[in-house]
């Protein structure tokens, strides 16, 4: 089992910057990515940046096309993963999840079905 918990999120204007983490315990050897999720009122779960970890000897960072150059996904210390994010806009608002995926190929980084374990989430908001 893997226990994932985020913090950091808040309201922010637009143009201002907020600072996501996650606090990864259990079976992290097992854990091949980290990935962050968002959902907005009314939508579904839709990618945000994912990068490898512990299980993983390759390193890889990706992003969502709506958010590259904009935010950073990044392993803090042996048990974080934060993501850094800046330009922050009104469309950004959203619940943001952290994830954790093991070994299983079977879909790509980007769908939410390849991660098994999951935050409860945090919410952010940018007010326009």
Do not use: H
Not at 63 to 83: M, W
Not at 109 to 126: C, E, F, K, N, S
């Amino acid at each position: 089992q893997v226990q994932l918990v985020e913090s950091g999120g808040g309201l922010v204007q637009a143009g201002g910057s907020l600072r996501l983490s996650c606090a990864v315990s259990g079976r992290t050897f097992s854990t091949y990515a980290m990935g962050w999720f968002r959902q907005a009122p009314g939508k579904e779960r839709e990618f945000v940046a994912t990068t490898s970890w512990v299980g993983d000897s390759t390193y890889y960072a990706d992003y969502a096309v709506s958010v590259k150059g904009r935010f950073t996904i990044s392993r803090t210390n042996a048990n974080t993963v934060s993501l850094q994010m800046n330009s922050l806009k009104p469309e950004d608002t959203a619940v943001y999840y952290c994830a954790a995926s093991g070994s299983d190929y079977t879909y790509t980084y980007t769908d939410a079905r390849r991660y098994q374990y999951w935050g409860l989430g945090t919410q952010v908001t940018v007010s326009s």
